[in-house]
C-alpha cells in the first residue's frame, strides 16, 4: 500500500502532467490526509508535474486551522510563525503553499483524504467569463453527475490566503446544511478549480471529468446553447444504485 507522502506525488504528478492543462509553473497544489491530526501539502513554488518528496510538507491540522478564527486579515509575520508552528518536523525548510489554510479545511471534511486545486485552461474560459457561475451550473450528462456530484460550490473572488480559506469553510458548511453532503467539486471563480476527493484516484477523476464538462459547456455555448438535464434525472443519476457502484469503483483502492 504506498504511503501518504507516494501518494501526494502520485496525484501531484496525475494533475500536473502537460496532458490535462490544468497547471503550468508554480500553478496549483495538492494535499493528503496523513492521520487525524496531520497532513501532507505541496510546498510553495514547486512545479506539480514534477514535484519530489523535497517539494513537501507535513503539516499538524490544529496550528493551520486555529488561522481561521477571527475574521481580520492575518498578517505575514503571524502565517509564518502559523506555518512554522504547524511543521510536524521542524527541519522541513520549505514553506508550504500559499494556499494551505483551504487545503486543512478541505481535509477536515468527512471521507476527504485528498485534494487537487489546479487552474485548468478549459475550466478557467468559464470561471472568468461574464456567464460565471451559471455557466457551470446544472449537469449536462450522466457522467458529470456521477463524478463531480449532483451539484457543485461556486466561490466569489478573493485574493488567495486565509480570508479565502474561512469564505470557503463557510460556503461548504452552507453547501452541506443545505444538500447533506460534502462539494465533490469546487470552482473559484476568476482563480481555478477544487476536486475534493475520498482517495487520490477519485481527486484524478474529479478534475479531469470537470475539464472534459468545461469543454463540453464551451462547444454548447457556441452549439446553440447549454441544455442542462433536468433536475429530476440528475437526482435519479445521483441515487441509482449502478451509478454508485461505478462511483466506488472510479475511487478506486487507493
Ligand atoms: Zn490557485
Do not use: W
Amino acid at each position: 500500500m504506498p504511503t501518504p507522502l507516494e501518494n501526494l506525488i502520485s496525484l501531484s504528478h496525475l494533475v500536473g502532467t502537460p496532458d490535462l492543462d490544468a497547471a503550468i509553473l508554480g500553478e496549483g497544489n495538492t494535499s493528503i490526509r496523513v492521520d487525524a491530526d496531520s497532513f501532507l501539502v505541496k510546498a510553495s513554488g514547486c512545479q506539480l508535474g514534477t514535484m519530489t518528496p523535497a517539494d513537501t510538507v507535513h503539516l499538524r491540522f490544529d496550528r493551520i486551522l486555529a488561522l481561521l478564527e477571527g475574521t481580520g486579515a492575518v498578517d505575514e509575520q503571524r502565517l509564518s510563525a502559523a506555518y512554522e508552528a504547524a511543521k510536524v518536523d521542524p527541519r522541513q525548510a520549505k514553506r508550504p503553499s500559499v494556499e494551505t489554510v483551504f487545503h486543512a479545511v478541505a481535509l477536515s471534511l468527512p471521507g476527504i483524504a485528498a485534494v487537487a486545486h489546479t487552474h485548468p485552461t478549459a475550466v478557467n474560459m468559464l470561471t472568468c467569463a461574464n456567464g460565471f457561475p451559471a455557466n457551470l451550473d446544472g449537469r449536462l450528462f450522466p457522467d458529470e453527475v456521477v463524478v463531480l456530484g449532483q451539484k457543485s460550490l461556486f466561490v466569489p473572488y478573493i485574493d488567495p490566503g486565509v480570508i479565502l480559506a474561512r469564505t470557503i469553510r463557510d460556503l461548504i458548511q452552507g453547501f452541506r446544511d443545505q444538500h447533506g453532503c460534502v462539494p465533490k467539486s469546487i470552482y473559484m471563480q476568476n482563480h481555478g478549480f477544487i476536486a475534493l476527493g475520498t482517495t487520490i484516484n477519485e481527486a484524478h477523476a474529479i478534475t479531469c471529468m470537470a475539464i472534459k464538462a468545461a469543454r463540453i459547456r464551451l462547444g454548447t455555448i457556441q452549439a446553440g446553447g447549454i441544455r442542462r438535464l433536468d433536475a429530476a434525472i440528475a437526482t435519479g443519476l445521483a441515487n441509482r444504485p449502478d451509478e454508485k457502484y461505478r462511483e466506488k469503483l472510479l475511487a478506486g483502492g487507493k
